[in-house]
């Protein structure tokens, strides 16, 4: 079976996840994507930087779900044998992700104006926090910063609590890492039209302001400033939150729907709430506690299969370990077994999308710092000499 | 300067906000959208927010006009349930590129507009189904909303306070970076392969996987490791070096300074060098040092501190309310909020479009519709005349 993304070639010169991420998706619906790294450290902990090294290296890099179907070369953009190397990898590619701060490329002569002059028709990603133009271009920053100015971290919490971090699925992979990825296949759809490339400028924080779209059009439409857990999705609703059962674990009704408001009144024997859904006050007090107390008398598991069977959505809140036990999500294959020659059997996260056609797969573990150095050289025609010299001048370990 | 998706034609069979949002997307980058809504008579509130406004509601035309959802988009009614209806669907998929559905697996077939039925009337054809669980597996005919999604991918229970309730993160989790987004992910890789192969294909997108999928780190420190990540106890969860601080005027301010270089950078500037060597530190120093930021933190309004902190190469930013958010000069400058001029009610503001393409940028070419504004419009292109169409609305297959 064809893989949907195959043929298409991909420089991945970013060092953080949320790079990461999105060359991983495209991976793994087929794109060939070349880690482009470091000759140093970046300071970042083990599988969320460069490509691992040494003996522990192979271990972390056979587990890392985020560069998987990648190929690592090590070249110093500093020196120009290897940007020289880079630039004919660059006249190969269709499209090249960056995560640094804007001006950086620039700097290492390796930016759009750069490459499109090599190659018109690559496509040039930035994932950026703030964006490649403003008066915050040249600020650093990380999730927690981008979900600040986004306003989403405002929103999440208790009535009256601090806001609370949604660990960093929201700007990081949410608006930067998945948009990057809708950024690159909408180019590369246009190159099918215009025959050009382009240069795609992701800012994270854009990202996060464009899914709180329906919260902005409350604003401008009404003029409705939601608050930190007051709104109808915030928790702070009987009908849409999180309780606590007899095992200490928790369990969450969504019934948005007044049919399904209907069937959970029902189910916990109290038909006479149901006239009362969007109540506040004293009488969404009786309704809260009431669920928070009937809630106790169960555990999780047992909540789960008495409502499942009663139309009632419902969820039980797992931790990471009893997700890939979940007969569900087992089902989907959303955890992957892959046999590796000395570790022996690898479980990492599967693939999201499924394609009856062009289902993505994995077909490589990630790869140690620079283990495919040589043989990408090689194909760019290098000798070994001329590999030998270009280790000597610092551009290649 | 060209829309990337000129030329594509999309069936939007979805009600509510993950279906509406990918096709938002869609329609912004050009494509030509048409929603396929049920009829419903004026007066009753529509379910699902990505339902269009009956044009005789008093404020039908407001909410239409400022719904970002569904700008770039036409409305055609079509009661699927009848066999003329369904005629008008068939036509209309012959001549489209992409069916998006949101329904519980199974409606569509039901309705005779499944993938089996419309890839045989166009073999080209890309069909994606947004659930919340998936087209098959034990859930698939669960009922669930983006809160119990969350909750069964494992992203609600690490998020919120050591020791505290999970937090809901609104619905930006599921809904839409697990739902919107994977979609159009989906399609647009259905849309490259069919340039290979010729043909369109079924694509089975499930919120669950997806969440799952953006928590690939939390699972691999789990595989690899043996390390189950707990709420309010990662980095990412809250730390003296990663938080959000409570300022003088009861705003926030928030801190990220992973990077060791960011954090010497912090302590410098807030004058205790001494916790430099500390920044991972646990017990007794790590509650020394969130006391001491709590405290100094309170000392200032949150943009002074964002004035003074911003110039010494310190992540930091200011927890924006709403308002805020869109009087912001960053998210000004990157026309995060656009305005567009309405006949009637004069500039209608909208949440503009992150995706900045330096050929192909998109556009906001034409407001929501109210239900049915173009049902005329499209049935003539199909070639039913005005006779016909009174038929169609006798038997109550338009409206």
């Known amino acids: ?397 | 300067m060209t829309l990337p998706l000129e030329g594509i034609r999309i069936l939007d069979l979805s009600r509510v906000a993950p279906g509406s949002h990918c096709t938002m997307i869609l329609g912004d980058l050009g494509a030509e959208v048409i929603k396929v809504e049920a009829p419903f008579k004026p007066g009753v509130p529509p379910i699902g927010s990505g339902v269009s406004p009956h044009p005789q509601d008093r404020r039908g035309e407001r909410l239409a006009a400022y719904h970002p959802l569904n700008r770039n988009k036409k409305s055609l009614v079509l009661n699927l349930r009848l066999e003329e209806a369904r005629q008008v669907f068939y036509k209309l998929a012959e001549n489209s590129d992409v069916i998006l559905e949101g329904f519980r697996p199974g409606v569509v077939r039901r309705l005779g507009v499944d993938y089996q039925t419309v890839g045989k009337i166009n073999p080209k054809i890309i069909y994606c189904s947004l659930s919340g669980y998936g087209q098959d597996g034990p859930y698939q005919f669960l009922p669930g909303h983006d809160i119990n999604y969350i909750s069964a991918s494992g992203a609600l229970g690490v998020i919120g306070e050591r020791g505290g309730p999970p937090i809901i993160p609104l619905n930006l989790v599921a809904d839409y970076a697990g739902g919107a987004l994977h979609a159009v992910i989906g399609i647009f890789a259905a849309l490259l392969a069919r340039e290979k192969t010729g043909r369109g294909q079924y694509v089975d997108i499930a919120m669950t996987d997806g969440v799952i999928s953006l928590l690939s780190m939390v699972a691999f420190d789990y595989f690899c490791n043996g390390v189950i990540l707990k709420r309010g106890e990662s980095m990412l969860g809250g730390t003296p070096f990663y938080n959000p601080y409570l300022t003088k005027d009861d705003k926030y301010i928030t801190i990220g300074c992973i990077e060791p270089h960011f954090w010497q950078n912090l302590c410098q500037e807030l004058g205790r060098v001494d916790f430099i060597p500390y920044q991972h530190a646990e017990g007794e120093k790590r509650e020394e040092m969130l006391s001491y930021f709590t405290d100094i933190f309170c000392t200032k309004t949150r943009d002074e501190w964002f004035e003074l902190l911003k110039e010494k190469d310190i992540p930091v930013a200011k927890v924006y309310s709403i308002d805020e958010v869109f009087s912001d000069p960053q998210v000004l400058h990157r026309h995060m909020a656009v305005e567009i001029e309405h006949p009637t009610l004069g500039k209608v503001k909208q949440v503009g479009i992150p995706l900045k393409l330096s050929d192909t940028s998109g556009s906001i070419r034409s407001l929501a519709p109210t239900l049915g504004k173009h049902n005329e419009e499209i049935l003539c292109n199909l070639g039913y005349t005005t006779e016909q169409i009174v038929e169609l609305r006798k038997v109550g297959a338009i409206i």
């Not at chain 1, 750069?114 to 950026?128: D, F, G, H």
């Not at chain 1, 007051?230 to 948005?256: H, R, V």
Request: include cysteine; charge should be negative; aromatic fraction near 10%.
């Open chain 1, 1 to 397: 079976m064809a893989l949907a993304l195959e043929g298409i070639k991909i420089l991945d010169l970013s060092w953080v996840p949320v790079g990461h991420y999105c060359t991983m998706i495209l991976g793994d619906l087929g794109a060939e994507v070349v880690k482009v790294e470091p000759t140093f450290e970046t300071g970042l902990p083990a599988g969320l930087g460069v490509s691992p090294r040494g003996e522990e290296g192979r271990r972390i890099a056979a587990f890392n779900p985020q560069n998987r179907n990648k190929k690592s070369i090590v070249l110093n953009l500093r020196t120009p044998q290897g940007r020289e190397v880079f630039y004919k990898l660059a006249e190969k590619a269709d499209v090249i992700l960056e995560g640094f701060r804007p001006g950086v490329t620039e700097r290492l002569g390796v930016d759009y104006q750069t490459i499109a002059k090599i190659n018109p028709r690559i496509i040039y990603c930035s994932i950026s926090g703030y964006g490649q133009d403003g008066p915050y271009r040249d600020l650093p920053g990380h999730d927690a910063n981008y979900i600040s100015i986004g306003g989403a971290l405002g929103l999440i919490g208790l009535r009256d609590g601090p806001p609370i971090f949604p660990q960093n699925l929201v700007a990081d992979y949410a608006g930067g890492s998945l948009h990057g990825v809708m950024g690159i296949l909408t180019a590369l759809i246009a190159r099918e039209r215009t025959g050009r490339g382009q240069h795609v400028d992701i800012a994270m924080t854009d990202g996060v302001v464009s899914l709180l779209s329906l919260f902005a059009f409350e604003y401008f439409c009404h003029q409705t400033i939601e608050k930190r857990g007051e709104g109808l999705i915030g928790g702070a609703m009987p009908f849409y939150s999180a309780y606590q059962t007899k095992d200490g674990n928790y369990i969450t009704i969504g019934c948005i729907e007044p049919h399904f408001w209907e069937n959970i009144c029902r189910a916990l024997g109290r038909e006479d709430f149901i006239p009362h859904q969007y109540v506040e006050g004293e009488k969404r007090e009786e309704i809260l506690s009431y669920f928070r107390e009937v809630f106790r008398t169960k555990t999780r598991d047992e909540w789960f299969d008495l409502l499942k069977e009663k139309n009632i959505p419902i969820g039980k809140v797992y931790s990471i370990d009893e997700v890939f036990t979940d007969h569900q999500i087992l089902y989907r294959r959303m955890v992957e077994e892959i046999e590796h020659p000395t570790l022996g059997k690898v479980r990492q996260v599967g693939i999201a999308m499924k394609f009856s056609d062009t289902p993505g797969s994995i077909r490589s573990l990630s790869p140690l710092l620079g283990e495919h150095t040589e043989e990408i050289l090689q194909d760019l025609g290098y000798t070994e000499e001329q590999i030998e010299e270009l280790r000597k001048a610092g551009a290649t370990m």
